[in-house]
């Protein structure tokens, strides 16, 4: 709680009567309001910002040379298991990149983990020095349609609604149990009902999107396309524009990146990996990448910032403004976004901001409890040659239905490298049941080999994508002896590899190591005549059966549009 003696040194130094703690010099700020550049020093007292638009002599001050000082940014949607590095590691990582408030949903580690896997994010958000606030994992399961680690009902939430850093309830993705009015889903949909709930409905519209919304349920992050966009937000929805690391769809939702429509935009990654934080960025990434589609910088900086905070309640940041948070980011130009400094809660990003942090220990070790497991146990049994495979769409995780006449004989289907048509599987990884869904995937590209993936949303079994079914199996035992992570195998051996023994999610490696891991992996998959620029973030979307059209499970092949398993 803010007390009166820091109110009264705010007063003081914001009125010029007390020198400042911090202030930044001869900078030009950004404006949200009129889109206006001001030349103007930033005074902050501790946390806050106090002044602007006048000089100011400080106790440290630091001269940004004609910069421009904007409000740091606001990732209004993501899974920090997704960057494959632990909560502290993603902190110093995005951080540098003027991510200053991040808003997770750990539904990936309480899959593995249950309420063990929300509690370790709820301790890590305490710790770390950026704004990591928590939505709590609506569907843990996601589906009746897999197996999973754990099951969170109501009650199990509950008990963490009031700490701190929850904000409300993630992401709902079990869409078609809301509009079927499942008495679990209405239960956490009622007990949620005044906070944050967010949507995940992709593509629902009409009749079926009004009873969506009538949930209480406020944004989406899901949406792919400008009249899709345009239906949500005229019936009350927020849009959460993304641009992951498999999922892009900056480019298709640029035209609604206006000024008039920026109040009701924001930004998210959902799932961004560290080969593409490395090379791209993160949301300075979306910035600029918005900005050179033509979208005005005025919306795209409110959408990052101001407008995100407002969707989330988050009252006390969004602008350059005496009384607000002192979350900053100091930028060369509006158009490349390139930070130079970035301050997090008025501390400056570097200079041991990191040492100090509380060390947790890891959660989640032996966590991949599958039996090993034989070539023959990717069979794939059919009646005959005809059957669906999922269609990869790169960038998208949404997938198409291709229809596919397989090499058949004796009960088997075979694959068929000419038509681009190789196996994927499912193996269940819990210790709950020994399930193995077999199915067909076209896209990949690959000619030899397997790769395969501890990280398989939502449920995070093993999956797998091969054109050699020994190699499969190789590729799967080696991620059981490690505890999980990814594996490129060929010939009978092992090509490249990364452990994730955190409840085979993330790494133990800094963030830096874990860049430098993953580019022999994607290299190893290249080598396969994998075509797909993200391949194993690809692979590990093919068992989440609750993105049409087609998902696999360790129970077999789902058809999304009618939530059940193809059987042919």
């Not at 679990?184 to 005044?194: R, S, V």
């Not at 002192?326 to 930070?339: G, N, P, T």
């Amino acid at each position: 709680m803010t007390d009166s003696a820091f109110l009264a040194r705010a007063i003081a130094q914001g009125r010029g009567l007390d020198e400042a703690d911090l202030v930044l010099k001869r900078g030009r700020v950004f404006d949200l309001v009129s889109g206006d550049l001001v030349e103007s020093d930033v005074a902050i007292c501790g946390d806050r910002i106090v002044g602007i638009r006048g000089e100011y002599r400080g106790a440290r001050e630091i001269d940004v040379g004609g910069r421009i000082v904007v409000p740091g940014f606001i990732d209004t949607h993501c899974h920090v298991e997704s960057s494959l590095i632990t909560p502290a590691e993603f902190d110093r990582c995005v951080l540098a990149h003027g991510v200053t408030t991040a808003i997770c949903d750990p539904h990936e580690i309480a899959n593995v983990l249950g309420t063990a896997g929300l509690r370790y994010f709820l301790d890590s958000s305490l710790g770390v020095a950026m704004d990591l606030r928590v939505q709590l994992s609506s569907c843990v399961p996601a589906t009746h349609l897999e197996t999973s680690g754990a099951r969170l009902d109501v009650e199990d939430l509950l008990p963490f609604a009031d700490h701190p850093k929850v904000l409300g309830l993630a992401e709902f993705m079990n869409f078609p149990g809301v509009l079927a009015r499942d008495p679990a889903c209405l239960a956490k949909l009622a007990a949620f009902q005044g906070r944050r709930i967010d949507g995940h409905g992709p593509l629902l519209s009409g009749l079926d999107l009004n009873g969506y919304l009538s949930a209480g349920i406020r944004t989406d992050h899901e949406t792919t396309n400008v009249a899709e966009a345009l239906e949500k937000l005229g019936k009350g929805m927020q849009i959460l524009v993304r641009e992951g690391s498999v999922s892009k769809d900056l480019h298709a939702l640029a035209p609604i990146i206006s000024e008039r429509h920026s109040p009701f935009l924001a930004f998210c990654t959902d799932d961004r990996n560290p080969l593409d934080i490395a090379e791209e960025g993160h949301l300075d990434f979306i910035i600029r990448t918005a900005i050179s589609l033509g979208a005005p910088p005025l919306a795209v900086y409110r959408a990052a910032s101001l407008s995100a905070a407002r969707i989330f309640g988050l009252h006390d940041r969004g602008l350059v403004a005496p009384g607000w948070r002192a979350d900053l980011c100091v930028i060369d130009d509006l158009e490349s976004c390139v930070v130079s400094t970035a301050l997090t809660g008025g501390r400056i990003v570097g200079e041991d901001l990191f040492a100090t942090r509380p060390k947790l220990a890891p959660v989640g070790r032996g966590s991949v409890k599958a039996r090993r497991v034989a070539a023959a146990d990717f069979a794939a049994r059919g009646q005959g040659p005809s059957t669906q495979a999922i269609g990869v769409i790169p960038g998208k995780i949404i997938t198409e239905r291709v229809p596919a006449a397989l090499p058949f004989a004796n009960g088997l289907r075979g694959v068929d490298l000419d038509q681009d048509l190789v196996k994927v599987a499912v193996v269940a990884r819990h210790g709950i049941n020994d399930n193995i869904g077999v199915a067909f995937v076209h896209g990949f590209g690959m000619k030899r080999g397997a790769i395969a993936s501890s990280v398989g949303h939502d449920s995070h079994n093993i999956t797998v994508v091969g054109a050699d079914e020994a190699d499969m199996a190789v590729a799967v035992n080696r991620l059981i002896e490690i505890e999980g992570g990814f594996a490129v195998a060929e010939g009978g051996g092992v090509l490249a590899e990364l452990a994730l023994p955190v409840a085979g999610l993330m790494s133990l490696l800094s963030f830096e190591d874990v860049h430098a891991a993953l580019i022999p992996l994607r290299a190893a998959a290249k080598s396969l005549g994998v075509v797909l620029p993200e391949p194993f973030l690809q692979v590990a979307f093919l068992p989440l059966p609750v993105i049409p059209h087609l998902k696999i499970t360790d129970r077999g092949l789902v058809d999304v549009d009618r939530f059940d398993f193809v059987r042919d």
